[in-house]
């Protein structure tokens, strides 16, 4: 399979303890995205890398929220001391990035995340 | 910012009815990109058309068809002859590049839930 794929697909955890998502995107492409989706909502954008460098964080990842791309390829998200406001479907998307130009965002399945 | 409004929370037809998905969005570029996306049971988002803002065809694909207006800032989606299989939450989505930089995200609007009942 050569889509976005996204480790755990599932996640329980307890208030408090940190937990580490993985995404494997498409493997040429060199934009990165992942977003969070809450019941009932569409997702919302969380952060933005370009090969390995993370150009944009958006306000909804606060200080317990990390994410890396080592070596532009894969990509980690962590958060330290989950809270349950935490609990959510983290998404994740590649594109392949040509110059300034559009290019479409695969989604991966997601991890799901319930914190209790 | 950029908004996307679906104001149909949940729509529920009979099989081989039609239905119409509204989606309404807000931007200040000239620039710009409109998605829908179909996220069935399974949760995995799937994607269904892109329209970038120079093109206002409306355009047809099997039972699907959108009908993009910039003059009405919509772009609505239209299932003919519904089956069981369209069920799922649909999403409009917008995407643009601020600052004219490579950051292209989307912007979701909040989803319509289609029932197609046998």
């Known amino acids: 399979d050569t889509g976005v794929s996204q480790n755990p697909r599932h996640k329980i955890t307890k208030r408090g303890q940190n937990v580490t998502f993985r995404c494997d995107p498409i493997?040429?492409?060199?934009?990165l995205y992942w977003y969070r989706q809450t019941l009932g909502q569409g997702p919302e954008f969380l952060t933005y890398?370009?090969?390995?460098?993370?150009?944009?964080k958006s306000r909804l990842l606060s200080d317990r929220f990390s994410a890396e791309r080592p070596k532009g390829s894969f990509s980690t998200l962590e958060i330290q001391r989950t809270e349950q406001g935490d609990s959510a479907m983290y998404l994740c998307a590649s594109s392949l990035g040509l110059a300034e130009a559009y290019n479409e965002q695969f989604f991966g399945p997601g991890t799901r995340l319930t914190v209790l | 910012a950029q908004k996307v409004t679906q104001a149909q929370t949940e729509i529920s037809v009979v099989e081989k009815e039609d239905v119409t998905l509204d989606c309404v969005y807000e931007t200040r570029d000239t620039t710009y990109y409109l998605f829908w996306y179909k996220q069935p049971p399974s949760g995995e988002l799937v994607f269904l058309i892109r329209r970038n803002s120079f093109d206002e065809q409306n355009e047809i694909s099997g039972r699907y068809s959108w009908n993009f207006q910039k003059s009405t800032s919509s772009f609505n989606f239209t299932i003919t002859a519904s089956q069981v299989v369209d069920s799922a939450v649909y999403f409009c989505?917008?995407?643009?590049?601020?600052?004219?930089?490579?950051?292209?995200?989307?912007?979701f609007g909040k989803g319509t839930l289609l029932t197609v009942n046998p």
């Open positions: 989505a917008l995407s643009e590049a601020e600052g004219g930089g490579s950051n292209y995200k989307l912007t």
């Open positions: 493997s040429e492409h060199n934009r």
């Open positions: 890398f370009q090969n390995e460098a993370q150009l944009e």
